[in-house]
């Protein structure tokens, strides 16, 4: 069966099981937009800027752990969807962009709306690629998916020329795709969760770091386990927020600049850090300098690499996939019969107690002035927790993780990496969409 380039984009769509693309036409995505308007498996959602198309797939993506799309036409078209891209990218967001280009035939001829989609978004994809074959557009968009939803997730994009979507070619969807520069890997090693097992078993100041990996992992409920059995305190950066629940009383709150007090001198004072999916980042830490002065062992749990010591020398790092290495922890330590030292944890909960009744987020709350932080509180309280929240970069972002208490994951919706205003609301629209009965 011969298609088209445009008609073999929206089977391929089809095929990953994608129920909306957020987009903005424009003239070398025509084809494809004709595609969408004769079917109604893929629906289309028109917005009114490209930067709030790749914000909503984001949000989309957050919200419900499928991949967001976007499609967007060349040149501005792809320049203005750059931002929310990185956005995604910053966050390790699965998504997939689609973009036009210019016929093959006028690349690098400065044609109208031509720029060069591949150079401007390499670093701020996962993966990219430019299709000059009609022939290769299938298993093309399937390595896109593939890439977006797996290891360290991210956004991909596919750059279709215009004569690629006119272009015709027999059809057929892989099922499986390889690479052979790309092999992740899922389950950690066995003899470094094995030392991973011996320091927590012999922590006397134990903390746990967890960050926005426990929750593109699903990991949320192997965390609270695990925390549950070693009894040790736990803290959740601004994207981890609700990886552990939040009114639970092993959770100090959230770490960093704009954390709590008794979370950020845990981190400090510990004799051993188990940081799950997190990175460490300069929010966080402060100066890595002064940081790595404190003797402590750390433990390192991620997906990437690369991201392991890039910051901060850690002591036993384990690559692999965050829910895979918890549930291989949890299982060698009731293996090992673990009992908490409870003299030694009775002793540093009492001093992270003494931490706490500090209670730096207090404010006055019989000031005639409505304050922020209470109207936080009060939308938690009329809510209980069950709701989705999305929000713009700034203060107001920082009051909304300090008050409101997330129990469950993908509740959080906001760009930690990056910092990008403007975020919230096509977001909110992307997480509605995904969640239509919230």
């Not at 799309?69 to 998504?95: E, R």
Request: aromatic share 8%.
């Amino acid at each position: 069966m011969e298609l088209t380039g445009a008609e073999i984009v929206v089977k391929c769509l089809q095929a990953e099981g994608v129920e909306y693309v957020f987009g903005y036409p424009g003239g070398a995505v025509l084809f494809i937009y004709d595609e969408l308007f004769k079917q109604d498996k893929v629906k289309h959602i028109l917005v009114r800027h490209e930067q709030g198309a790749t914000h909503a797939a984001d949000g989309y993506s957050r919200s419900s752990e499928k991949v967001g799309v976007a499609l967007v036409t060349s040149g501005p078209g792809v320049t203005n969807a750059v931002t929310g891209i990185a956005t995604a990218y910053m966050d390790s967001i699965p998504m997939v962009i689609i973009t036009g280009q210019v016929p093959t035939h006028a690349i690098g001829l400065d044609a109208f709306q031509e720029c060069d989609t591949v150079g401007i978004t390499r670093p701020c994809v996962k993966h990219n690629f430019l299709v000059k074959e009609v022939k290769d557009l299938a298993v093309t968009i399937k390595k896109a998916f593939y890439l977006a939803r797996t290891g360290r997730p991210g956004p991909v994009l596919v750059d279709i020329p215009k004569d690629v979507t006119s272009a015709k070619c027999p059809f057929e969807y892989p099922e499986t795709v390889t690479m052979r520069s790309y092999n992740p890997v899922v389950k950690g090693h066995p003899g470094q969760i094995r030392k991973a097992v011996q320091l927590l078993a012999e922590a006397k100041r134990p903390m746990i770091y967890t960050g926005g990996g426990v929750i593109l992992s699903d990991a949320s409920k192997r965390l609270t386990k695990l925390v549950k059995l070693l009894g040790f305190p736990c803290t959740n950066t601004l994207m981890g927020l609700g990886g552990y629940p939040a009114t639970d009383p092993q959770f100090l709150g959230m770490l960093g600049m704009h954390g709590t007090y008794e979370a950020n001198m845990a981190m400090q004072n510990c004799d051993v850090l188990l940081a799950v999916g997190a990175r460490f980042d300069d929010r966080v830490i402060g100066n890595p300098a002064h940081f790595s002065q404190v003797q402590r062992k750390i433990i390192h749990i991620d997906i990437d690499p690369s991201s392991i010591s890039k910051r901060v020398k850690v002591d036993v790092p384990i690559v692999g996939n965050v829910s895979d290495v918890l549930e291989e922890l949890t299982r060698q330590l009731e293996a090992a019969g673990y009992k908490p030292d409870q003299k030694a944890l009775s002793t540093w909960w009492s001093q992270i107690g003494l931490w706490k009744s500090k209670d730096c987020l207090k404010y006055d709350k019989k000031s005639k002035i409505i304050k922020p932080q209470f109207v936080l509180e009060r939308l938690y309280e009329i809510t209980k927790g069950d709701a989705f929240v999305t929000s713009d970069v700034g203060q107001h972002q920082m009051w909304a993780a300090q008050f409101y208490k997330f129990d469950e994951p993908r509740r959080w919706i906001n760009s930690g990496g990056l910092g990008t205003m403007g975020f919230g609301l096509p977001a909110a629209m992307g997480v509605q969409f995904a969640n239509p009965g919230a």
